[in-house]
T-cell receptor
Framework: GQSLEQPSEVTAVEGAIVQINCTYQTSGFYGLSWYQQHDGGAPTFLSYNALDGLEETGRFSSFLSRSDSYGYLLLQELQMKDSASYFCAVDTGRRALTFGSGTRLQVQP | GAVVSQHPSWVICKSGTSVKIECRSLDFQATTMFWYRQFPKQSLMLMATSNEGSKATYEQGVEKDKFLINHASLTLSTLTVTSAHPEDSSFYIC????????????FGPGTRLTVT
């Protein structure tokens, strides 16, 4: 079966740095994506890693280690608007995504 | 960026009736669209893969006769929830990937279905 594990909740203060980890066990692996979802809204794409290493996009960075079946999303200079749920998702080769359970990030002033 | 729309954004229906949800890619063509379901405070679960011009591929445990999917054109896929029951109440979200890109999926705004 497929499983992706993430912490259920993370709390941090404005301006801080937070790391959300994701470990996965899937039958196939083409890449690890990260999505942000605000309450009542649709998921929006943040980043994608197909190869080992760090990808940086503005305040957000994502890391992948395929040998460890592990990745993380790093959010820097946290802002209140970053309060949302963050999902890691694996493309197992069918282009459809298998999502992790989601991490609810609460940014406090 | 690519835009995906869904209609309606929310719907309330009575138990036993059918509801149709539309998913459109507004500025790109999508030979494949995906339908997900999300219960409150839970993750997105893939229901089915919608293929233009052919039958949808359903995930294990999803009743194909209950959740009818039609991919009539390269920009439109519909999900019909037949004989809806209260346990079908959920947030239904579609997504699509523009041709030529391999990984970034664009999600519709979702449809909140409440069955009374």
């Amino acid at each position: 079966g497929q499983s992706l594990e993430q912490p259920s909740e993370v709390t941090a203060v404005e301006g801080a740095i937070v790391q959300i980890n994701c470990t996965y066990q899937t039958s196939g692996f083409y890449g690890l994506s990260w999505y942000q979802q605000h309450d009542g809204g649709a998921p929006t794409f943040l980043s994608y890693n197909a190869l080992d290493g760090l990808e940086e996009t503005g305040r957000f960075s994502s890391f992948l280690s395929r040998s460890d079946s592990y990745g993380y999303l790093l959010l820097q200079e946290l802002q209140m608007k970053d309060s949302a749920s963050y999902f890691c998702a694996v493309d197992t080769g069918r282009r459809a995504l298998t999502f992790g359970s989601g991490t609810r990030l609460q940014v406090q002033p | 960026g690519a835009v995906v729309s869904q209609h309606p954004s929310w719907v309330i229906c009575k138990s036993g009736t059918s509801v149709k949800i539309e998913c459109r890619s507004l500025d790109f063509q999508a030979t494949t669209m995906f339908w997900y379901r999300q219960f409150p405070k839970q993750s997105l679960m893939l229901m089915a893969t919608s293929n233009e011009g052919s039958k949808a591929t359903y995930e294990q445990g999803v009743e194909k006769d209950k959740f009818l999917i039609n991919h009539a054109s390269l920009t439109l896929s519909t999900l019909t929830v037949t004989s809806a029951h209260p346990e079908d109440s959920s947030f239904y979200i579609c997504s699509a990937t523009p041709s030529g890109t391999s990984y970034e999926q664009y999600f519709g705004p979702g449809t909140r279905l409440t069955v009374t």
